[in-house]
């Protein structure tokens, strides 16, 4: 948790989280700038990105641009939230798993390939 852009940028550098919830009008810098600081830090789009935010001009481009996983309009329920974040977690470790799977099968295969060759 952080209070401001700043702060929260910080915080995940420290934390490394593994998603980042994010409003876009918060005090500091704004949740655009935290987002472009996050993407040059590598923090996203490793890993998964919400925004939840009460303006409305403009938000779908944002998050859009950051490969945002789920946009939240406020003021929306915590369970909402929750909902998005174990959704976007689980599509995170299956996505992983699924790397992981694919470059054990390269392996495997390479092996076969050696062997037989």
Known sequence: MADN???????????KPDLVNLDLNMAGISGTEVA???EKL???PAKPLIIATALGKGVRSTADTFGTVALLPKSF???TLLAQ????LSFTAWKQSSTTDSALADK?????VSVAA
């Open 5 to 15: 852009g700043e702060d929260g940028i910080a915080e995940a550098l420290r934390e």
């Open 36 to 38: 472009t600081a996050l």
């Open 42 to 44: 590598r923090v996203l």
């Open 77 to 79: 329920h915590v369970n």
């Open 85 to 88: 974040r174990d959704a976007a």
């Open 108 to 112: 495997v295969r390479g092996v076969a």
